[in-house]
């Protein structure tokens, strides 16, 4: 048997079947809309806070609002989308992103700009329990973890073709021109979902009943059942994922949100060259996601021995670029390492939660985690705003680097638990 397992190939993307055409490529190309909506207003901020005259607290502010919204609408979303409405909640949401985000360009005033983003993160809140549901109904259980590594790529990749783009629309037009334009594709894709996709392979017809008795007789393979909340807090385990992903998603968002007015700040460029400039952290960890994703992969050891080190690196990027001054081209650097670092292991995450939480916990589990998760990117780029000097943003990052660094202790800790508890079954 265990030969069998080692020899067992990987599973692939093969996008002449129907499930991956006809509903993988759709979901990816929704959540890379999500994020480009949701992460826009970073080459936009300079602009925005000279019109409204908003500090740089106050773009922290603004830039967590978005997860006041995005914090609450998560579980109803999901307990929703469970009772067979996912591609409704999918499509519905993402009209109200495309309308949120097209607020955003007409704002004049403070309330009505924190109000947006508020609405914008309730839609996208819901977008990702929406997807697992989708994923569990479409892919086999073998393949779900490729399916949702597939969307991880949207996060780093959005960013580095939004930004540039951004920068563009903004010395074109302005930044509300930016936002208007921006906004229409998340309301094509929710057309286009709405005929295209079915909610599950057993009401679309144009699949292959080969293809549909295979989902079908597969998807629930290894599949666990919910538990109860107080089973899941009862584990120290989940709350140590939790706090890693805490820590993990507020060094993300920091950065994504305000690495274009910290390369603002460095090179004094305008829009389109900052927007360049910004893509390239975001390409770095597009790149490296798929290296460690395929050598974590292919060398079969575990997960946390490449989750460790390339969030530990990240978090060693930022405290150099803050307590070592080298110029503007050394601080450029280590912002680049600090991106693509970040984003390295982040398809090999789920996976890895899912491999250490009980099969019957799985859902709960990694709903709280996510949570926690969603609450450090509220965190982030608000500390971020508090602790800014004037014309140097980054100057707060060295703290978001410190707790990226405690998240890395943590999965070194828990990794070599897990492997001590394996290596102890297996001489039994």
């Known amino acids: 048997m265990t030969k069998t397992m080692v020899n067992e190939q990987p599973p692939r993307i093969d996008f002449r079947q129907a499930r991956w055409s006809r509903v993988g490529v759709p979901l990816f190309v929704t959540y890379f809309i999500c994020f480009m909506d949701r992460t826009n207003i970073s080459v936009a901020s300079p602009h925005l806070a000279e019109e409204l005259q908003l500090s740089a ?3 922290g502010v603004v830039f967590s609002a978005f997860f006041w919204g995005y914090v609450l609408s998560g579980m109803p979303a999901g307990a ?14 993402m009209v109200i992103i495309g309308l949120a985000a097209g607020l955003t360009g007409v704002v004049h005033n403070y309330p009505v700009l924190l109000a947006a983003r508020v609405v914008l993160g309730l839609a996208e ?23 949702v590594a597939l969307t991880m790529y949207t996060v780093p990749l959005s960013a580095a073709v939004m930004a540039p783009l951004s920068g563009w629309l903004i010395d074109l037009a302005n930044w509300r021109a930016m936002f208007i334009i921006q906004a229409i594709p998340a309301i094509l894709v929710a057309v ?19 293809e549909r008795d295979y989902i079908i007789a597969t998807r ?14 009862a584990r120290p385990t989940v709350w140590l994922l939790a706090l890693v992903y805490f820590f993990w998603a507020m060094g993300i968002y920091a950065l994504t949100l305000w690495l274009p007015t910290v390369i603002g700040d460095l090179t004094g460029e305008g829009s389109l060259m900052v927007g360049l400039l910004t893509a390239i952290p975001f390409l770095c960890g597009t790149v490296a996601m798929y290296v460690v994703t395929k050598t974590a992969v292919t060398t079969g050891r575990s997960l946390g021995y490449f989750i460790a080190p390339c969030i530990g690196l990240s978090g060693t990027a930022m405290l150099a670029q ?90 070194m800790v828990v990794d070599a638990r897990r492997t001590r508890s394996q290596a102890l079954e297996q001489s039994l």
């Not at 629930?220 to 807090?233: C, H, R, W, Y």
């Open 57 to 59: 607290a106050a773009m």
């Open 80 to 93: 929703w989308a469970n009772r067979g409405h996912a591609k409704t909640i999918i499509v519905v949401c």
């Open 125 to 147: 809140g819901a977008i990702f329990p929406a997807f697992a549901v989708m994923f569990i109904s479409w892919f086999p259980s073998r393949e779900r973890g490729l399916a």
């Open 192 to 210: 286009w979902l709405h005929f295209a996709v079915t909610e599950r392979p057993e009401d679309n017809p144009r699949l292959s009943e080969d």
């Open 220 to 233: 629930t393979v290894e599949t666990a059942d919910e538990s109860t909340l107080l089973q899941v807090f």
């Open 322 to 411: 803050h307590f070592i001054d080298l110029g503007v081209a050394f601080s450029f650097a280590m912002l680049v390492l600090s991106a693509g670092s970040i984003y390295a292991a982040l398809a090999l995450w789920w996976t890895w939660v899912m491999q250490i939480v009980p099969r019957n916990q799985a859902g709960a589990s990694v709903g709280f985690v996510n949570l926690c998760g969603n609450f450090g990117g509220l965190v982030g780029p608000l500390l971020i705003g508090l602790v800014a000097t004037e014309g140097n943003t980054a100057s707060g990052f060295w703290i978001v680097g410190v707790g990226i660094l405690v998240a890395a202790a943590i999965v």
